[in-house]
T-cell receptor, first 118, second 114 residues
Framework: AQKITQTQPGMFVQEKEAVTLDCTYDTSDQSYGLFWYKQPSSGEMIFLIYQGSYDEQNATEGRYSLNFQKARKSANLVISASQLGDSAMYFCAMREDHSGAGSYQLTFGKGTKLSVIP | SAVISQKPSRDICQRGTSLTIQCQVDSQVTMMFWYRQQPGQSLTLIATANQGSEATYESGFVIDKFPISRPNLTFSTLTVSNMSPEDSSIYLC???????????FGPGTRLTVT
């Protein structure tokens, strides 16, 4: 079974509108972290936002927020007030904190290509 | 966050040859990771490189094909050996940093094998 599932291969959003990119995950660990990265056409991976499994509040970082629903195992990224520069691939990733192992490895989803329309 | 550079940024290579990719970090880090991103695909972890020990390879990746060096806490190399067109990918190095132990990535090396 996939550990990270992103069901939207591509999304379109009108400039200045909000958009939600879906991510569901699968883990048996109690402690884990969820990340979102942006990859523009240049290829670099840009860290956007992080949510820890024990965090009670949804993470926010500027125009990015993470809608964390632990019981449903979902960690959707919400981008408010979309800009043309937001057009990129977006990857959801998970770090499973196997107790005591100090693992920092990330497992990535297949990504969602977001296109912002002027 | 760490500043990471990679060399070369891109290359076109003949099949059967080898390419060494360099990753330089502006601060000392314990763990470095190497990822491969095949065209239109997600990132796949190749190996974890810790200074002073042998790299740990993920399933499907072997040292003979992807030898890694980690001579100090700011530098690592990944070699793609005996290349075939299937090795055409973006190769990215990353380090762990920040309050959430997020990973920061280098700009990537775009490799095309003809």
């Amino acid at each position: 079974a996939q550990k990270i599932t992103q069901t939207q291969p591509g999304m379109f959003v009108q400039e200045k509108e909000a958009v939600t990119l879906d991510c569901t995950y699968d883990t048996s660990d109690q402690s884990y972290g969820l990340f979102w990265y942006k990859q523009p056409s240049s290829g670099e991976m840009i860290f956007l936002i992080y949510q820890g499994s024990y965090d009670e509040q949804n993470a926010t970082e500027g125009r990015y927020s993470l809608n964390f629903q632990k019981a449903r195992k979902s960690a959707n990224l919400v981008i408010s007030a979309s800009q043309l520069g937001d057009s990129a691939m977006y990857f959801c990733a998970m770090r499973e904190d196997h107790s005591g192992a100090g693992s920092y490895q990330l497992t990535f989803g297949k990504g969602t290509k977001l296109s912002v329309i002027p | 966050s760490a500043v990471i550079s990679q060399k070369p940024s891109r290359d076109i290579c003949q099949r059967g040859t080898s390419l060494t990719i360099q990753c330089q970090v502006d601060s000392q880090v314990t763990m470095m990771f190497w990822y491969r991103q095949q065209p239109g695909q997600s990132l796949t972890l190749i190996a974890t490189a810790n200074q002073g020990s042998e790299a740990t390879y993920e399933s499907g990746f072997v040292i003979d094909k992807f030898p890694i060096s980690r001579p100090n806490l700011t530098f690592s190399t990944l070699t793609v050996s005996n290349m075939s067109p299937e090795d055409s990918s973006i190769y990215l190095c990353s380090v762990v940093g920040g309050q959430s132990y997020e990973q920061y990535f280098g700009p990537g090396t775009r490799l095309t094998v003809t």
